[in-house]
T-cell receptor, first 112, second 116 residues
Framework: GEDVEQSLFLSVREGDSSVINCTYT??????LYWYKQEPGAGLQLLTY?????DMKQDQRLTVLLNKKDKHLSLRIADTQTGDSAIYFC????????????FGQGTTLQVKP | DTAVSQTPKYLVTQMGNDKSIKCEQN?????MYWYKQDSKKFLKIMFS???????INETVPNRFSPKSPDKAHLNLHINSLELGDSAVYFC???????????????FGSGTQLSVL
């Protein structure tokens, strides 16, 4: 089956690194994504990783993928107050419908 | 210019009523979706249309009926509203691609439905 799980809440101080974790069940997932949702807004794609990669870096963001353990993480370096939002992990299975399965979201709170 | 726009942003209504939420995208995308986000922030896909054709229909009560008059519009009509329908409904669109990871979803800002 398809299931994606995340921890619900993370609180960090401004300038620290944040690490948001995600586990998924579908071993046939081709791509995994991180989306960000700011208050009162829709989700926006932050970054994605192909399942045959184990790391991707994009400025302050680092995505790590452990395919064996079906574990995905998002590290945000030098976290800013503007990074406060809900972060959703999502997987795209092998279905050609393009359906994404989302986790329940991790609320990141950045304290000044 | 808003890429994916939904109306209304807020919808408050009584149980038993029928209501519609409209969605339009000006990105020229082929595929549109409706997602439901509950009070615990769980985001679940409901429907997907590709070029006016229904391609995903998850386990959703048949009180929910999507309608796509053209590929730029996907509306959601809900009959006999129930308390449990209260949620934020998101429309999204995506260009049908070749399967690459950068087929990103563009989301609308959501419609908060409150059923009293």
């Amino acid at each position: 089956g398809e299931d994606v799980e995340q921890s619900l809440f993370l609180s960090v101080r401004e300038g620290d690194s944040s690490v948001i974790n995600c586990t998924y069940t579908d071993s046939s997932s081709t791509y995994l994504y991180w989306y960000k949702q700011e208050p009162g807004a829709g989700l926006q794609l932050l970054t994605y990783i192909f399942s045959n990669m184990d790391m991707k870096q994009d400025q302050r963001l680092t995505v790590l993928l452990n395919k064996k353990d079906k574990h995905l993480s998002l590290r945000i370096a030098d976290t800013q107050t503007g990074d406060s939002a809900i972060y959703f992990c999502a997987e795209k299975g092998s279905s050609n419908t393009g359906k994404l399965i989302f986790g329940q979201g991790t609320t990141l709170q950045v304290k000044p | 210019d808003t890429a994916v726009s939904q109306t209304p942003k807020y919808l408050v209504t009584q149980m038993g009523n029928d209501k519609s939420i409209k969605c339009e995208q000006n990105l020229g995308h082929d595929t549109m979706y409706w997602y439901k986000q509950d009070s615990k922030k769980f985001l679940k896909i409901m429907f997907s249309y590709n070029n006016k054709e229904l391609i995903i229909n998850e386990t959703v009560p048949n009180r929910f009926s999507p309608k796509s008059p053209d590929k730029a519009h996907l509306n959601l009509h809900i009959n006999s509203l129930e308390l449990g329908d209260s949620a934020v409904y998101f429309c999204a669109s995506k260009q049908k691609g070749t399967g690459g990871g950068n087929e990103k979803l563009f989301f609308g800002s959501g419609t908060q439905l409150s059923v009293l």
